[in-house]
């Protein structure tokens, strides 16, 4: 069989597809501002309210850029997607895309490419507008670049996958918004996002633990804030390697489900 | 050799059989209407033949394939398949060439993007976003995906809906272009003059069966049916059923001095054969 020789691969074609999400993305002027600008303008507000120094070189900006990037992955990921995908699948365009030669895992790879460059975008915004307008420092050691960089590489694709699976909740697409927006906005408010953590009732604390957010702001406040500073966490330490754990738990758990729960069409 | 071979279809959904016992075949090149009214089973039935949907029993060969089957065989089944839905209606936030150079990578054998644009008729929308188009653009841009992959059996469910009748023609000429590349080609339409126009067949089908398949032109036996005569006599309207219309009007020319009054030959059209089988009329 010649033709199947010559169908291309489905990472190639998930190449393809990551290109032109991110070229459709960047045509939507609401997606772009929402992704892009909103952090900015959230950072502004809550620098300007909070002038308050949490420790020693630790500023309120400081503390929030940590949760502002965790969020973003949550943002970028799992509430694009789930509010995107069921537009999609409404509109027609999954079905039309099932009736291709096009294997599903090269959409999710198309997908996982349009998370990680807004991602990537969102973080180079914030922080350069942190250290320019708000005082926000990067850290200089290396081994939290690294941490960084798994934090973000190992939030996206978590984030993406569990975006594709919550895409499985919203019955139509007009609607997913309402559904997936309150689920988002409860979580950063749980995992420490607006607050201080160990500012929050301890119940709330408990629930934010079992979601992902909580370890991605918790990883992101390692990277951000003084080691110095990890005495005040819930844990008196960091917890890195249980972020990292969760975190593929998580992962794991989302690519199972995004396989397990994806429809092409509504019926 | 058979493109679609499908025998003893059935498919419910909770009480109401959508498709109650349907055979069809349909020959390598054939273009192929299937008509029906609303509710028939006719997108059921074809989305059992593209795979979308589950069949409850029955065979189904498409292309020789068992289309619910998955895996490596279906991409390379799909392959050689083009579809065009119903209707979708994406954001539209690519240009028309974007769209269909994109989706020429998904296959091992694409059409030049140039031409297909060419074929549909959107030269001069090629770099227009897909949200301004017309809808009958739009709809045109859908049949560019449905051939881009050179496809050798294509579906079209629908495909004019919306067309103003020189965008229709238009489309035919371009159904008919295909006719002469070999494509196989199944069609589910509302406008039984389309069928008429393209079809080499056509099998009317409601309430889940099939209720004839024949060609457009003896389709509930229209050849051999009889012609209807009409003249104005004394102020009313006469008729006189035949099977020797040219007889009838004969006799009436001598009868008559000059013209006959409103005289009229009438046969059946397909819409009278189609709506008289479905039990409209």
Not at chain 1, 62 to 75: D, E, P, R, T, W
Not at chain 1, 154 to 182: C, E, M, N, Q, Y
Request: hydrophobic share 45%.
């Amino acid at each position: 069989m010649s033709a199947q020789k010559s169908l291309p691969t489905t990472i190639a074609l998930g190449v393809a597809r990551g290109g032109l999400e991110i070229r459709q993305f960047m045509r939507q002027r609401e997606s772009v501002v929402f992704t892009l600008a909103f952090p900015i303008i959230l950072l502004a507000i809550f620098g300007s309210v909070f002038k308050t120094t949490l420790a020693e070189g630790v500023t309120f900006s400081q503390y929030f850029v940590a949760g502002m990037i965790a969020s973003g992955l949550v943002n970028t990921g799992f509430q694009q997607l789930a509010i995107i995908i069921p537009m999609e699948r409404e509109f027609g365009s999954l079905k039309r895309l099932r009736g291709t030669p096009m294997h599903v895992a090269s959409y999710f790879i198309g997908k996982s490419i349009l998370v990680f460059v807004s991602m990537a975008l969102q973080v180079l915004l914030l922080l350069a507008a942190g250290m320019i307008f708000f005082g926000v420092q990067l850290p200089t050691d290396p081994y939290k670049w690294f941490t960084f960089t798994w934090l973000i590489v190992l939030g996206s694709a978590a984030s993406t996958a569990l975006g594709i699976a919550f895409a499985a909740v919203p019955k139509s697409g007009r609607g997913a918004s309402a559904v997936v927006s309150p689920v988002v906005i409860v979580l950063q408010f749980f995992s420490g996002v607006f607050f201080v953590f160990t500012d929050l009732p301890g119940w709330m604390q408990q629930v934010a633990a079992i979601f992902p957010l909580k370890w991605m702001t918790q990883g992101m406040r390692s990277v951000f804030l003084p080691d110095s500073f990890a005495i005040r966490e819930v844990a008196g330490t960091w917890e890195t390697e249980r972020t990292l754990i969760i975190l593929l738990i998580w992962l794991i758990a989302g690519i199972f489900l995004a396989i397990r729960t994806f429809k092409w069409s509504r019926d | 050799m058979n493109v679609i071979e499908v025998q003893g279809l059935h498919k419910s959904y909770a009480d109401t059989k959508a498709v109650d016992g349907i055979d069809l075949t349909i020959a390598h090149g054939e273009i192929f209407a299937l008509l029906g009214p609303n509710g028939a089973g006719k997108t059921t039935t074809v989305e059992i033949l593209e795979g979308f949907r589950k069949a409850d029993s029955g065979s189904i060969s498409v292309l020789g394939f068992d289309p619910s089957s998955r895996g490596v065989q279906s991409r390379v089944w799909r392959n050689r398949i083009g579809i065009v839905l119903q209707s979708t209606a994406d954001a539209g936030d690519l240009t028309v060439v974007e769209t269909l150079s994109h989706f020429a990578k998904y296959y091992s054998a694409a059409r030049d993007v140039d031409e297909v644009i060419a074929s549909v008729g959107l030269d001069e929308k090629r770099s227009a976003l897909i949200r301004t188009l017309s809808g009958g653009q739009r709809r045109r841009l859908d049949v560019g995906l449905g051939i881009i992959g050179s496809p050798e059996l294509l579906f079209l469910d629908e495909p004019t809906t919306g067309f103003d009748p020189e965008a229709r023609r238009a489309f035919w000429s371009l159904i008919e272009s295909l006719r002469k590349g070999g494509t196989t080609i199944l069609l589910t339409t509302h406008y039984l003059d389309e069928a008429e126009a393209l079809a080499d067949r056509v099998a009317v089908i409601a309430r889940g069966k099939i209720l004839e398949v024949s060609t457009p032109a003896q389709l509930g036996g229209r050849a051999s049916a009889k012609a209807r005569v009409q003249w104005k006599a004394g102020g009313v309207i006469q008729e006189e059923m035949t099977d020797n219309p040219t007889e009838v009007v004969r006799k009436l020319a001598a009868q008559f001095p000059g013209e006959v009054p409103e005289l009229q030959v009438l046969r059946p059209s397909l819409e009278d054969i189609y709506l008289s089988m479905i039990g409209e009329k």
